[in-house]
Every structure is written in C-alpha cells, then in structure tokens.
C-alpha cells in the first residue's frame, strides 16, 4: 500500500514542477497576469494535496 502512496507523491511533485515551470515560462514571456494566477493557484493546491500524500506515507508506513 505504501507504494502505491509513494507513486502517488512522486507524480503529484511532478506535477507541481510542471505547473511551476509553466508559470515561470509565462511571466518570462510577459503573459497575461489571469494566466499567472490561475497556475499560481493549481500549484498551491497541487503542493497541499502533495503534502497531504506524503503524511499519508510517512503515517502509514510505520
């Protein structure tokens, strides 16, 4: 069960490198700031549910 939450984790960190990198890449390009707010958002929201999964694991896995 705990790799399964382990995988879990690691795709969520990736996609909040993802969602990261994409923000920076807007703010380079000088995107619209809408643009910038909304990935600002999914990526803390992507990071509180990673944060959640990795209690999960440290949690369970004892």
């Known amino acids: 069960m705990s790799a399964f939450f382990t995988v879990i984790a690691l795709v969520l960190m990736i996609a909040v490198a993802i969602?990261?990198?994409l923000g920076l890449r807007n703010?380079?390009?000088g995107g619209p700031g809408n643009t910038?707010?909304?990935l600002?958002?999914?990526r803390v929201m992507l990071q509180a549910i990673a944060v959640a999964v990795i209690v999960a694991v440290l949690?369970?896995?004892r």
Do not use: I, N
């Open 40 to 42: 600002m958002r999914a």
């Open 59 to 61: 949690y369970f896995s």
């Open 19 to 21: 969602v990261l990198l």
């Open 36 to 38: 910038s707010q909304k």
């Open 27 to 29: 703010m380079m390009k």
